[in-house]
């Protein structure tokens, strides 16, 4: 879930924009929502690379252009910055700093393309971290992380924790769907190198570790599907604890 900041001096504007956004987008967290520069610069600090922050330029006491110039002093902390502005005089400023940003976009605009524009950011982080967590998941059994197969695997169980839908027909979406993140490699050809390195997990895991975790009693039983399916039900339970986690600090923020 990704933490949002509206950093709007509207207002009016701010509360319809995040409404705007939340019914459409669950993955959103509101976790504030300031009027000026100034009331957010405490906050700063604490946000994170995941966090998405709609920010307009033409701010009272502290602008946004100030705001940047603030948060690009730690580039591993700089969140998604969605800029929104009308004011001509500071989008001049704004060309110093286009790196930093995800988008830019013009007052007045259409709600929907800001929501667009959160869409594609809460797929690309999720992308990152369940990428994360699933390598990390791995960790518990013996792979070979340099082979092409390990890397299928990777990409079968984070594209399975965004669409479980996936694993309902393996051959015809979840192979496909790697296929299509891989340069259109054969599907054919990605099922049999998931099947192998699984195979050879299997072989150098030990039969405590692979049995407890599967819960079969022969660690043959291990398929393809129900290996990536017990790897995405295991991870949504620690995701949904962050999840939880994170509702819990907007809340008392």
Known sequence: ?????????????????????????????????????????????????????????????????????????????????????????LWEKLRDYTQYLYATIEKPFALKRIVEMIDEITYLSDQRHYEGLVKQELRKFEMNVTTIGYDYIVDAVTLSLQDEVLLKDMKNKLYKSISIKNNNINPTNIKWTIEKSIKSMIRYTSSKITKSYFRVESREKITPKLFISTIVDNLKEEIEKEVDTIKEEAYFS
Not at 38 to 48: D, F, H, Q, T, V
Not at 63 to 68: H, L, Q, S
């Open 1 to 89: 879930m990704n933490r949002l900041v509206i950093l709007e001096d509207n207002l009016e504007f701010s509360r319809s924009l995040l409404n705007f956004i939340v019914e459409r987008n669950k993955k959103v967290q509101l976790w504030s929502l300031a009027i000026d520069g100034e009331e957010l610069m405490e906050k700063l600090n604490s946000l994170r690379r995941d966090d998405i922050l709609l920010l307009d330029l033409g701010l009272p006491k502290v602008n946004g252009i100030e705001v940047i110039e603030y948060l690009i002093k730690n580039p591993e902390r700089l969140p998604y910055i969605i800029v929104m502005s009308g004011n001509l005089e």
